[in-house]
């Protein structure tokens, strides 16, 4: 008898939620609400830059990233522009959104809940507008200085974008931070991401230097560097190996990377090669005058040589100073570069 006024309970309950109005009825799959007409809203009203409404009618507070973007890829939501400086109110400088995207009409017009057509000028890795059109809206306002031979480096002519690198509504650009620059710059520079960590490197994964502590990404002087030549770069740090001396060393008055490689190696001093083997690239053994190195080179009954001209012989016990020397002794000397 128990087990009958149950089963009648649960029926009774059952017919009481199918007679339920819709209004209380469990809710159906949320449908894409079509985008609003914001060029015919007269009620729309900047939030941030003066003329934003067009846009930040849709782009609100609510389009935050997805998390499923890659470094470079990053899509903060529209409005934290107003913590960069593109978002500063007070200077008249400051662009609007049609500024760097364009009218966009088609965009802005679009109703319906499908997919709206791209912006005039769109940023995004998909984007179907040219490098020259994208970057074209940056140099608009920066121009000159660094950036003054932009057109013709190295990056703008591989159609390497200004968004490829920098995050313009991100509040912390990464590419302007030391310590997260590089990570930026290893994207494409894959080989010097390795060079790096190598035993001896410059401090750059130390937080010390940046890649731009050497390289100007804007140049179009050779390997994109901060100063015409890879010496005058060299030379800002290490003012030292500058000169001018009485007795100058070749290879350092014509290029610092003949013997270095700056960005690592498993050499100490940067070198590509440990000594004697790096100075007899240039320099022939049976050319030392009074020492073994003069002699020739006493075979092994197997052919091979004994190779007196490196066993044991350390080039920079004796030229100390290798990258340049006042010193007054004959030339022919093997203290010529000593202090």
């Not at 470079?72 to 500063?88: A, F």
Request: proline residues 6%.
């Amino acid at each position: 008898m128990r087990i009958a006024r149950h089963l009648l309970t649960i029926f009774a309950l059952a017919g009481t939620l199918a007679a339920m109005p819709p209004a209380f009825a469990a809710p159906e799959a949320t449908k894409a609400a079509p985008v609003r007409n914001l060029a015919a809203d007269p009620n729309a009203k900047d939030l941030i830059l003066k003329g934003d409404a067009k846009c930040t009618g849709c782009h609100d507070e609510a389009d935050e990233p997805s998390g499923s973007a890659t470094m470079l890829e990053l899509n903060p939501g529209v409005l934290s522009i107003g913590k960069t400086r593109h978002g500063v109110t007070a200077d008249k400088r400051t662009p609007t959104c049609v500024d760097c995207h364009g009218e966009s009409e088609k965009h802005v017009q679009h109703k319906g809940s499908d997919k709206p057509p791209q912006v005039d000028r769109s940023f995004r890795k998909k984007s179907t507008t040219t490098a020259e059109a994208r970057n074209g809206a940056c140099l608009t306002c920066h121009q000159g200085g660094n950036r003054m031979t932009w057109q013709s480096s190295t990056h703008a002519t591989r159609d390497i974008v200004c968004s490829n690198c920098h995050q313009v509504h991100a509040r912390k650009d990464k590419v302007k931070d030391k310590t997260a620059q590089t990570e930026v710059c290893y994207t494409c520079h894959k080989e010097q991401r390795a060079q790096m960590s190598r035993p001896s490197h410059h401090p750059v994964p130390e937080g010390k230097m940046a890649c731009s502590s050497c390289h100007n990404v804007h140049g179009d002087n050779p390997k994109q560097l901060a100063k015409a030549t890879t010496n005058e770069t060299c030379f800002t740090c290490h003012m030292e190996k500058r000169g001018p001396f009485v007795h100058n060393h070749q290879p350092v008055t014509e290029d610092c990377g003949i013997c270095h490689q700056p960005h690592g190696t498993t050499v100490a001093n940067l070198l590509k090669t440990r000594a004697p083997f790096l100075c007899q690239e240039c320099h022939n053994m049976t050319g030392h005058p009074g020492q073994s190195f003069g002699l020739p080179i006493v075979p092994f009954a197997s052919g091979t040589s004994t190779g007196q001209g490196t066993v044991g012989r350390g080039c920079v016990n004796c030229h100390t100073n290798i990258h340049g020397s006042n010193s007054t002794q004959n030339s022919a000397t093997a203290g010529r570069f000593r202090r």
